[in-house]
């Protein structure tokens, strides 16, 4: 009777406990719990001791930074600002442009922007996530604009105009994932980097806005960038 009790006014027992039935351990359930992407355990060796082979640290290239291969298909770049200032970096006239890492469907890379660089809202075809590592920048989209610093995070959709502006006298180091789409690889990046930067050069020189000192002064980017950064002359006579 008492037994019954329980099983009535405790709602944690099992009905399983009330029948005077084990309960399943916690560590069996633990063992097969899931993560939304399959079943796996945490208690199998993958690999016998005798066959754990030391990580690789694989040099630097004209395309690619240096980074840890820690084990089959797993690579660490352990300082995104040595692979900023490698020579894989490519400098545009939409900022520092250099890869990181690629994934079987993602890849990452940065952009430094330059103080007084200015990129109109434009779309792009694959949204990205963006990180901020260090600096402030503005970020624009339909009109509207936003002071990001280091440590902010944000997103935008595939064919979502947006456009970034550089007001501040520091430069800003961004870090994007994104999909793959066409580059695959770091030699295929290097060679998009390379096409997209005499793109912009030659686009410039046609009269194409890149930074500031092309604007009008009443343009919403300055009249932004003077309300964010009192120091905004000093950002425009160090434009080149």
């Given amino acids: 009777m008492r037994l019954s009790a329980l099983c009535l006014l ?9 029948n005077g039935a084990e309960p399943e351990p916690e560590a069996t359930q633990e063992a097969a719990h899931a ?21 690789e640290m694989i040099a630097a290239t004209d395309v690619s930074p240096e980074y840890l ?3 089959t298909n797993v690579e660490i770049v352990p300082d995104i600002e040595k692979a900023v200032k490698s020579s894989s970096a490519v400098m545009t006239h939409e900022g520092l442009f250099g890869p990181l890492l690629f994934a079987e469907e993602t890849r990452a890379f940065f952009i430094e922007l330059q103080p007084g660089m200015f990129l109109a809202e434009h779309p792009h075809d694959i949204g990205s996530i963006v990180y901020t590592v260090r600096g402030k920048w503005v970020l624009a989209s339909e009109g509207k604009r936003q002071v990001m610093e280091a440590g ?7 064919g979502m105009p947006t456009g970034w502006e550089a007001p501040f006298n520091e430069p800003a180091l961004l870090l994007i994932v994104k999909p793959k789409g066409e580059s695959t690889d770091y030699k295929v990046f290097n060679e998009g980097i390379k096409e997209m930067a005499a793109n912009v050069d030659a686009d410039r020189k ?11 002064e009443d343009h919403p980017a300055i009249k932004f960038a003077r309300s964010v950064n009192p120091d905004f002359d000093a950002v425009l006579a160090q434009i080149d």
């Fill in 10 to 18: 405790g709602a944690s027992l099992s009905l399983a406990a009330c």
């Fill in 35 to 55: 993560h939304g992407e399959g079943t796996h355990t945490h208690d199998v060796d993958t690999v016998a001791e005798g066959d754990i082979k030391d990580p």
């Fill in 69 to 71: 291969q820690l084990a």
């Fill in 152 to 158: 902010s995070l944000f997103r935008f959709g595939d």
């Fill in 206 to 216: 046609k009269g194409g806005a890149y930074y500031y000192d092309v604007l009008e």
